[in-house]
C-alpha cells in the first residue's frame, strides 16, 4: 500500500491529503523527471576498454573493488552466473554508450564509464517493484523516486535499505553478471 492509499484509506482529501503527502517529504527525495533519463547517445560510439568494476552485494560494507579483464581473461571459470550477455549483439546495443543500461531477466546492467559496468536488482527494496532503471550516475525507481549509488547504498530516504548489486566481469564482447 502506497503512503497516497494509507492516507485516503484514513479520509484525507483533497488539500489535507495533499498537505499530509508534503509534509512526509525530505529534501534528499526529489525525484528525478524520468522524461530526462539518459539512454542510447547519438554519435560515435567508442568500443568499451577492458576494466571493469566489481560492486559487493548490499548489506556489506567493503569498497568496490576494480579488476581488470583482458581479451584472454576466461570468463568460463565464473560461478553462480546470473545473466551472460553478447555485447556483440543489437540486443546489448544500449550497453554501448556510457549511460546506457539494459533490463534483463530482472537485472539492471548499465555501463557506468568508459567500459565500467554495474549491475543491479531491478526490485525495489522501498516496495517490491521492479522499477529500477540507471540514470546518469545513478539507479532510479521510477515509482516513488528511491536513489540508489553505484554501491547499492541509497542515496535518499526512499532507498535507505539500500539494493542488491552483483558483480560484473567482461573481457570486451561478452559480459557476465553473477553473484
Given at each position: 500500500?502506497?503512503?497516497?492509499?494509507?492516507?485516503?484509506?484514513?479520509?484525507?482529501?483533497?488539500?489535507?491529503?495533499?498537505?499530509?503527502?508534503?509534509?512526509?517529504?525530505?529534501?534528499?527525495?526529489?525525484?528525478?523527471?524520468?522524461?530526462?533519463?539518459?539512454?542510447?547517445?547519438?554519435?560515435?560510439?567508442?568500443?568499451?576498454?577492458?576494466?571493469?568494476?566489481?560492486?559487493?552485494?548490499?548489506?556489506?560494507?567493503?569498497?568496490?573493488?576494480?579488476?581488470?579483464?583482458?581479451?584472454?581473461?576466461?570468463?568460463?571459470?565464473?560461478t553462480n552466473r546470473l545473466l551472460t550477455i553478447d555485447l556483440t549483439t543489437s540486443t546489448a546495443s544500449a550497453l554501448k554508450a556510457i549511460g546506457g543500461y539494459?533490463?534483463?531477466?530482472?537485472?539492471?546492467?548499465?555501463?557506468?564509464?568508459?567500459?565500467?559496468?554495474?549491475?543491479?536488482?531491478?526490485?525495489?527494496?522501498?516496495?517490491?517493484?521492479?522499477?529500477?532503471?540507471?540514470?546518469?550516475?545513478?539507479?532510479?525507481?521510477?515509482?516513488?523516486?528511491?536513489?540508489?549509488?553505484?554501491?547499492?547504498?541509497?542515496?535518499?530516504?526512499?532507498?535507505?535499505?539500500?539494493?542488491?548489486?552483483?558483480?560484473?566481469?567482461?573481457?570486451?564482447?561478452?559480459?557476465?553478471?553473477?553473484?
Open positions: 500500500m502506497t503512503r497516497y492509499d494509507f492516507l485516503k484509506s484514513m479520509g484525507f482529501t483533497g488539500a489535507a491529503l495533499m498537505a499530509a503527502l508534503t509534509s512526509c517529504v525530505r529534501p534528499e527525495d526529489t525525484v528525478v523527471n524520468a522524461l530526462t533519463l539518459a539512454g542510447i547517445q547519438s554519435g560515435t560510439v567508442t568500443s568499451p576498454t577492458t576494466s571493469t568494476i566489481t560492486l559487493p552485494v548490499s548489506g556489506t560494507t567493503t569498497a568496490p573493488t576494480t579488476t581488470t579483464a583482458t581479451s584472454g581473461t576466461d570468463l568460463s571459470t565464473i539494459l533490463v534483463q531477466s530482472g537485472i539492471v546492467v548499465a555501463q557506468v564509464s568508459s567500459g565500467t559496468y554495474a549491475a543491479v536488482t531491478q526490485t525495489c527494496s522501498h516496495e517490491p517493484k521492479k522499477a529500477i532503471i540507471f540514470n546518469k550516475t545513478e539507479f532510479y525507481c521510477t515509482v516513488h523516486g528511491a536513489r540508489y549509488d553505484l554501491t547499492g547504498k541509497g542515496k535518499n530516504s526512499f532507498g535507505s535499505k539500500g539494493i542488491a548489486v552483483y558483480k560484473v566481469a567482461t573481457d570486451g564482447k561478452t559480459l557476465v553478471v553473477y553473484s
